[in-house]
C-alpha cells in the first residue's frame, strides 16, 4: 500500500468516525416549547416533592371499583402510587432510578412483584406532568424533538417527543420515548402517550396514554384535577384529585423497592 494511499485513508476514517459516533441534539424549537409549558404549569416554583390525595376508580378489574388513592414523588425519578379500592383493598405501584429504573407492584393479598426493567424506561411521575421528562430540557441525557402541530383526543395541539439517549443502551430511545401534546394556547400538557410492552417482550408496543383536564393552581401550581391512565385506548384508572401539597419534605424511603 503506498503512503499517500495509506494517509488518503486516514484522513477518510479521520472525518468519517464523528459522523457515526455524534450524540443526537435537541430541536431548539422542542426546547422553547417544553420550556414554556412547564414555566406555565410552575409560575417559575420549584417542585422538589408533592402529595395528592384523590377519589378514583379503578378499572383493571372484571368490573369497575372506586376508592381513593394517595399519589406521592419525589423529584422526577421517584414515584408512588397507594390506591384503597373499597371492594378489593389496597393496591400499591413504585417506580424509582436508585439503581437504575425500576418497578414494583403490590396487591391486597401481598402478592408483588417488579415491573419488567423494559417497561422502566417512560417517566416514573406520570399523574403531575411538572415532573416528567418535559422538565429535563437542560439534562443532555434527554433528546427533544418537535413533531408539529396536530389533533390529538379531539383537541388541538403542539406535539413534543422526549426520550432518553443511552449509549450503553440502543433500546433506550424506543423504550423512553414520550410524547406530551400541550394546548396551543396557553402550553398546559393535555395529555402524554408512551408504549409498554409484554414482560417477555421488549419489542411488542402496547399503547397507553395519561390524559390532563380541569386544571386549577394550587399554591402557584397548575395541578390536573382529572386524571385518566389509559391502556390500549381503554381507561384503567380515573382520577379526581381532591388535594395537593407540595415541598413537605418526602423521603426517599417511600419509594423501596423490596
Known amino acids: 500500500m503506498s503512503t499517500r494511499f495509506s494517509v488518503s485513508l486516514l484522513l477518510v476514517l479521520a472525518f468519517s468516525t464523528p459522523v457515526f459516533s455524534q450524540n443526537p441534539q435537541s430541536d431548539p424549537r422542542a ?32 368490573k369497575p371499583e372506586p376508592g381513593t388513592g394517595i399519589f406521592l414523588a419525589k423529584g422526577n ?31 391486597a393479598d401481598g402478592k408483588s412483584g417488579n415491573y419488567a426493567s423494559h417497561n422502566c424506561w417512560t417517566d416514573e411521575v406520570w399523574f403531575l406532568p411538572e415532573l416528567s421528562s418535559l422538565a429535563n430540557s437542560s439534562d443532555p441525557r434527554f433528546i427533544f424533538s418537535y413533531v408539529g402541530q396536530e389533533t390529538w383526543n379531539g383537541l388541538s395541539t403542539q406535539h413534543l417527543r422526549v426520550y432518553q439517549a443511552q449509549n450503553d443502551f440502543k433500546q433506550a430511545q424506543q423504550l423512553s420515548a414520550m410524547d406530551f401534546y400541550l394546548d396551543p394556547t396557553s402550553l398546559v400538557v393535555l395529555g402524554i402517550a ?35 391512565r389509559l391502556q390500549s385506548g381503554a381507561v384503567m384508572l380515573d382520577i379526581t384529585v381532591t388535594g395537593a401539597s407540595f415541598n413537605t419534605g418526602v423521603r426517599d424511603d417511600e419509594f423501596l423497592i423490596q
Open 31 to 62: 426546547i422553547n416549547l417544553a420550556t414554556k409549558a412547564i414555566t406555565a404549569l410552575t409560575s417559575g416554583s420549584a417542585i422538589s416533592d408533592v402529595r395528592l390525595t384523590a377519589n378514583i376508580e379503578w378499572i383493571a378489574g372484571p
Open 77 to 107: 425519578s421517584e414515584s408512588r402510587i397507594d390506591l384503597s379500592l373499597n371492594s378489593t383493598g389496597k393496591r400499591t405501584e413504585i417506580r424509582n432510578s436508585f439503581n437504575g429504573p425500576a418497578g414494583q407492584w403490590i396487591n
Open 194 to 228: 408512551y408504549k409498554t410492552h409484554p414482560d417477555s417482550n421488549m419489542n411488542v408496543d402496547l399503547p397507553a396514554e395519561i390524559r390532563f383536564a380541569d386544571f386549577r393552581p394550587v399554591h402557584g401550581i397548575q395541578v390536573p384535577l382529572h386524571v385518566q
